[in-house]
């Protein structure tokens, strides 16, 4: 029997995610897994990725297949240089904590009312505009 690391997707339609499975090469890719081995959600981030290095290991060292997608992961987490000894890539880019956003409250005392505004309506100077003109006819 041919053993595979493969992606098992879940999640809506455009929100996926996926469990990293080890699976039978013959089941689907949705199906029966014989091990879930970590998690990789691509829409957050910076993406999630967490691989249990431990089992990983093992189904490599056992002769599991990584399909392409996974052995692109393994390699970012440095699992895959693990198994062939190679040097450890740079560590991941971790999620930095989010800022807490300023309450409603704290805003609306933070700015005091300005007052009415100065600026004269439109139509007002119309009015001053033909004032004038009229002036103007009646001195000449």
Known sequence: MAVKIKLKRLGKIRSPHYRIVVADSRTRRDGRAIEEIGLYHPVQNPSRIEVDSERAQYWLSVGAQPTEPVMAILKL??????????????????????????SFEALATADEPKGEAITQKKKAEKKDEAAEAASESTEA
Do not use: I
């Open 77 to 102: 987490t440095g699992d895959w240089q693990k198994y062939k000894g190679l040097p450890a890539p740079e560590p991941l880019k971790v999620a930095e904590p989010k800022q807490a956003r300023p």
